[in-house]
């Protein structure tokens, strides 16, 4: 005999806090007639263990979006949120602490220190915050990005692909909730910008980190698991697992 009471029907599992996201933030530069309306409230979240791109005309609002995400600059409107964490109710001295123990960056100029050999600006992180050095990690992330016979070089002996490796490496050491990368393969030809992707989408796959990247180029995008376009200061659209001509397809379209 079958019961009376039927099982109730299972809860919905709750949708995962996503590892970042964006709340109706807008951004504006200058004041008056010479009022620059960079964001005009972006709406966009960003899940943990995704690789997303976003894309968008020049003058778009892409870094100024990425810098907004990353607590690197202040929105004049809505509200960013880093896990649980709303950074608008963070002083600076916090929103300081949470960028490194939280965050890790890789910006177009591989911002390398000349003095330091690749091993110790790859550590730099957890040097400046007093954290233990966990060796299989590094060991790990020094397998993923191919650098293991060039730690003890500068700077000046890497090519641009090796430093920007070496950055990468540098931006995952400290294990970062979101690594926010502006262009990162804009100063590498294809053969080294194609080193560094395959780097960043192995750090997502291997490593289950978060990425948000802005780049220009629809070949770096097609890396990414999704692309979020941006035109004029709003998110116009997105696009999951991108390929290059897609992406083209989509970028041609907006900026006609
Ligand atoms: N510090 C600033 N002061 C004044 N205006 C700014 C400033 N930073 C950005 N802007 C303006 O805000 C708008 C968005 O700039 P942003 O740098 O975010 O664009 P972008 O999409 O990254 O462009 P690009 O692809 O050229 O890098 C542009 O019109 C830009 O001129
Ligand atoms: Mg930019």
Known sequence: MTSAYASPPAAAPAPPVPAVRAEGVTKAY?????????????????????????????????????????????????????????????????????RRERLGFVFQAFNLLPTLTAEQNILLPLELAGRRVDRDWFDRIVDVVGLRDRLRHRPAELSGGQ???????????????????????????????????????????????????????????AYADRVVFLRDGAVVGELADPTAAAVLDRLAALEG
């Open 163 to 221: 430093q920007q490796r070496v950055a990468c490496a540098r931006a995952l050491v400290a294990r970062p909730e979101v690594i926010f990368a502006d262009e990162p393969t804009g100063n590498l030809d294809s053969a080294s910008g194609a080193e560094v992707l395959a780097f960043l989408r192995a750090s997502v796959r291997e490593m289950g980190r978060t990425i948000v990247m802005v780049t220009h180029d629809p070949v770096a995008a």
């Open 30 to 98: 200058g004041s008056g007639d010479a009022t620059v309306h960079a964001l005009r409230g972006v709406d966009v979240a960003f899940a943990a263990g995704e690789f997303t791109a976003i894309m968008g005309p020049s003058g778009s609002g892409k870094s100024t979006l990425l810098h907004c995400l990353a607590g690197l600059d202040t929105v004049g409107g809505g509200r960013v949120v880093l896990g649980d964490t709303d950074l608008g109710a963070l002083n600076d001295r916090r929103l300081t602490l949470l």
